[in-house]
């Protein structure tokens, strides 16, 4: 019987970096999906072979359908006997502004990055996940702002929201083969994406005081892809501090 890996994109930093370290610790084979920065997910990967682990990089931008299935075909060429179990749809990115002073690059590339990337991956590793009978895992990373909405992310609040209908429709078309597909909907959390943000202005604002830590994220997708969280499906779960 083959191994059970996990594939996260944007596993090279931030939270995605976060999360293959959890699988690492659950003693999963881990892929580091990434899209230019080729240090930083080498850098994962290496920290993840120094403690015993099992991990592998693989470039591959989400938003590009030919992309996504060489890259993903290679990996299974060169296993045939394993599968992708866990996949965590976490690569995505934001281009905020005024929607009445967004251009066409700023929408496009945010609703191409979240959700024709989470389309294009997911689609590819269900027929595998889905006939193995081992059972799978998705979870795909939204947002407290496609929950809530805010001002000057219309493209990247769309884009979040979009990934929980995608998650509530699939959990239920996989469910029968074991396969949950579950959102998690972080707040701020402190990442090279909310670096340049007034972080003392905003942490008045949240009921903790403080940003969330990328490991916090991590420890609740790790517990999503356990075998204790097999009942749970097409779940939405905030992690903010209690800002809502
Ligand atoms: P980050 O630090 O900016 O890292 C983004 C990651 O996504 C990087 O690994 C990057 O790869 C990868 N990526 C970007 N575009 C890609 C593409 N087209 N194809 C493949 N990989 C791509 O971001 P983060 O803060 O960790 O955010 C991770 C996820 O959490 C995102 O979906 C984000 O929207 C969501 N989120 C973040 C926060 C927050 O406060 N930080 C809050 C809510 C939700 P490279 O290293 O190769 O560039």
């Known amino acids: 019987m083959g191994l059970k890996y996990a594939l996260v994109t944007g596993g090279s930093r931030g ?14 084979p881990v892929i580091i999906g990434y899209h230019s920065n080729l240090a930083a997910a080498q850098e994962v ?36 006997d394993d599968y992708i179990a866990y996949l965590v749809n976490n690569a995505g990115v934001t281009r905020d502004n005024l929607m009445f002073m967004m251009t066409d690059e700023d929408w496009d590339s945010v609703i191409k990055t979240s959700v024709n990337g989470l389309f294009y991956v997911t689609r590819y590793l269900l027929p595998q996940m889905m006939a193995r009978g081992r059972g799978g895992r998705i979870v795909n990373i939204s947002s407290l702002s496609g929950l809530k909405g805010m001002a000057g992310q219309t493209n990247y609040c769309a884009a979040k929201a979009a990934i929980i209908g995608a998650t509530r429709a699939l959990a239920q078309e996989t469910a029968a083969r074991k396969v949950t597909v579950n959102a998690v909907a972080p707040g701020f959390i402190t990442t090279d994406m909310t670096k340049d943000l007034p972080e003392e202005e905003l942490k008045k604002m949240i009921p903790m005081k403080r940003f969330g830590k990328p490991e916090e994220v991590a420890e609740l997708v790790g517990f999503l892809c356990s075998e204790n969280a097999a009942y749970i499906t097409g779940e939405v779960i905030s992690i903010n501090g209690g800002l809502f």
């Open 15 to 28: 939270i995605g970096r976060a999360i293959c370290f959890k699988f690492a610790e659950m003693g999963i």
């Open 45 to 80: 990967c290496d920290s993840i072979l120094q403690k015993g682990g099992s991990a592998s990089v693989l470039k591959f931008d989400v938003s590009n359908k030919a992309e996504v299935e060489s890259a993903l075909n290679s990996w299974e060429q060169s296993h045939p």
